[in-house]
């Protein structure tokens, strides 16, 4: 079953790597990417996720947090990006996390937009600060 499942192309194998120490460069470009798209209504852009943890094993899909001026500048933000050819996925987990793509499977961006103090927002920079503070931890 799980051979049929594979070869009609419903799943895909997720890649994942050693850490690569170029991930930081290639969010710094990303962040100068979305910072010119999203010109004028960004607060900050973040790095989150594995590929933002030095030594960490990652999917290499650059993940980025965009924290918008306030929250109504969100339908904005979605509408510059789906301009810019980011695919939208919305608001998946009805956590004020707006989610957009680029590339295929385990590769390309994962950029979430969303307001100021958003919870889930505030747990991923924690989460990320602990794991970059403790490499014990990220390794294990």
């Given at each position: 079953m799980t051979g049929d499942l594979m070869?009609?192309?419903k799943y895909?194998?997720?890649?994942?790597?050693?850490?690569?120490?170029?991930?930081?460069?290639?969010f710094e470009e990303v962040k100068v990417?979305?910072?010119?798209?999203?010109d004028g209504i960004v607060a900050d852009i973040v790095h989150i996720g594995s590929?933002?943890?030095?030594?960490?094993?990652?999917k290499p899909k650059i993940d980025v947090d965009v924290?918008?001026?306030s929250e109504e500048l969100i339908p904005q933000g979605i509408e510059r990006l789906k301009l810019a050819g980011y695919t939208?996925?919305?608001?998946?987990?009805n956590d004020g996390m707006w989610a957009f793509t680029t590339g295929r499977g385990s590769f390309g961006e994962r950029v979430y937009l969303c307001a100021p103090g958003t919870p889930?927002?505030?747990k991923r920079l924690f989460f990320?600060?602990?794991?970059?503070g403790h490499p014990e931890d990220a390794a294990a």
């Amino acid at each position: 079953m799980t051979g049929d499942l594979m070869r009609t192309g419903k799943y895909r194998a997720i890649v994942v790597l050693d850490y690569d120490p170029a991930w930081p460069t290639e969010f710094e470009e990303v962040k100068v990417k979305l910072g010119g798209l999203l010109d004028g209504i960004v607060a900050d852009i973040v790095h989150i996720g594995s590929t933002s943890v030095p030594g960490m094993c990652a999917k290499p899909k650059i993940d980025v947090d965009v924290v918008l001026k306030s929250e109504e500048l969100i339908p904005q933000g979605i509408e510059r990006l789906k301009l810019a050819g980011y695919t939208y996925h919305g608001n998946k987990y009805n956590d004020g996390m707006w989610a957009f793509t680029t590339g295929r499977g385990s590769f390309g961006e994962r950029v979430y937009l969303c307001a100021p103090g958003t919870p889930t927002h505030q747990k991923r920079l924690f989460f990320r600060d602990y794991l970059q503070g403790h490499p014990e931890d990220a390794a294990a």
